[in-house]
């Protein structure tokens, strides 16, 4: 049979010919043409011996080629593995090694990664454009037969493979419209390039007849641009990290400028808190739900929470729900029951949403996804590691992990893989990564290390070291070196005692005293939560990111009412400069 959510899409392909599908930096497709151009790839596929289930590696900025690229794997019985070009040039081969593809798709400015037995490479090119001869050749594939494949951080020291198949895809594309809403939403393409989100982003919107909006690569991480384009776009569905959706909140309110068109929000990859401002947020446009949903890579989306009532009503900490359709939780004791909360335990998943497993990795696989007895039935199960307690209507709520796995800017990172690259490093003896939570700021890596005798540990140089081996979410923000790394009785890491670089003490100002330089420091402090900070140090060897930058600007705007631009904000980002620029906004 043919894929269900390739049949859905030919549906609004019918329906929809001349509506747009996708608009992105480099162009926009109507779904006629959307279907034509993926039809000459797709066949071309299969006519280099493309098979039900294979691998296809595609790597391409976001953009048209991308999900002309998708969509033709789909139709052509294969599985797409999304490589992002900016990954690091190490991560890529690694991605290309395990992944055991036997296809790659490359637009022209891609360099093919220089791996073992490396897949074949097929360039795309605008031959796509050109009108199929005869009819679109299409292979038939099963439930069991894999859609997809991410990556996601691995505890061994690299990443690994997660292998989806049909029957969970065509799960969470059913349900997510049928949760949410099944009208032909404008959607926008915001998730990193090859994690699941991305998936429900995609088919989400053309399954159900709406446009894709796909910002480019620098507005993605410009988060006031984001704003903008919410709002410009009037893009109606948008899945974001409960982070980035905190954060644009907080740029809304101070700026008064709310997308209204919104009316499906959906929520993932780390806890939801509810603060006074994402309250304000939702309540300013009425006609908007947010969704919580729950689900590691090797489920996708296994629970959800839909928030009922009035913003003011809503908890703080709201639970992540019950299971979808498809999906059976179990709460279990953790091997190590200290870690049981009150009342819970550990989360299992199985059902129709649950992976093939890990590829190449059968001894893995076996371990994360045992069969178990269940009530008399023996069934296949993947263990999350997430601490619940389930309520006695059966709702689930989320108090933590049951080992040192972490969730960073919506982000699953296993502390062991980052440990491991930094264990290469010539000068780096031991080391332990934690993440830390500054008072007023958002949660980030912290790497404790511990450098050979002799030897000192340069916080650029080690940066910059891991920036060629890791994702930028990936590197710590802070290290800080120690003669020795505190061990529990039992000779591990106590971790509990690691904590952020020296805690900032509130700095006091005098809002009357009109010292630019100085209350700016005091806005940098408060958002990077600690002191002394260098007039003449930029804002990423400080610890900053897209998302606290976000912040910085927001306060700046309330504090000295002058709005200052992310692409400023980036071309000065010192203490000096930036001072700078708003005494001559505030002159002007």
Known sequence: MASRIVDLIETQIRHRTDAPALIASDGRLTYGELDRRARVLS?????????????????????????????????????????????????????????????????????????????????????????????????????????????????????????????????????????????????????????????QEMFTAWCSGGCLHAPADDERTDLPRILDLLATWEIERFFVPPVVLSRLADLAVEFDRFPTSLREVAVAGEALHITARVREFFSRIPGCRLHNHYGPAETHVAVAHTLAGPPRSWSDTPPIGLPIPGIEAHVRAPEDREMAPDGGGELWLAGVGLALGYANDPQLTNERFPVVQVDGRRIRMYRTGDLVVQETDGVLNYVGRADDQLKIRGYRIEPAEVEAELRRHPHINECAVVAWTPPQ?????????????????????????????????????????????????????????????????????????????????????EVLGFEDIADDRPFAELGGTSLSAAVVITRVHARFRVRIEMHEFLKRPTVAELSALITERMGT
């Open 43 to 199: 066949t071309r596929l299969i006519r280099e011996g493309l098979r039900p289930g294979d691998v296809v590696l595609v790597q391409a900025p976001r953009g048209l080629a991308l999900g002309l690229a998708v969509l033709a794997i789909l139709r052509a019985g294969g599985a797409f593995c999304v490589v992002d070009p900016r990954y690091p040039a190490e991560r890529i081969r690694h991605m290309w090694r395990r992944s055991g593809a036997r296809f790659a798709l490359l637009t022209p400015d891609q360099v093919p990664a220089r791996t073992g037995p490396a897949p074949r490479v097929l360039a795309m090119t605008d031959d796509e454009a050109a009108e199929p001869a005869g009819p679109p050749q299409v292979h038939d594939v099963g439930g069991e037969d894999a859609a997809y494949m991410v990556f996601t951080s691995g505890s061994t020291g690299g990443p690994k493979a997660v292998s989806m198949p049909h029957r969970c895809l065509d799960n969470l594309i059913e349900w997510t419209l049928a949760s949410t809403s099944s009208k032909p939403l404008r959607t926008m393409l915001f998730a990193p390039l090859g994690f699941d989100v991305f998936v």
């Open 441 to 525: 700021g958002e949660r980030r890596l912290v790497a404790h290390v511990v450098t050979e005798p002799g030897c000192s540990a340069d916080e650029r140089e080690l940066r910059s070291y891991l920036s060629r081996r890791l994702p930028d979410h990936m590197v710590p923000r802070h290290f800080v070196t120690a003669g020795s790394l505190p061990l529990s009785p039992n000779g591990k890491v106590d971790r509990r005692r690691l904590s952020g670089p020296a805690a900032a003490a509130p700095r006091r100002e005098d809002d009357d005293a009109g010292d630019v330089k100085r209350r700016v420091a005091a806005i940098w402090s």
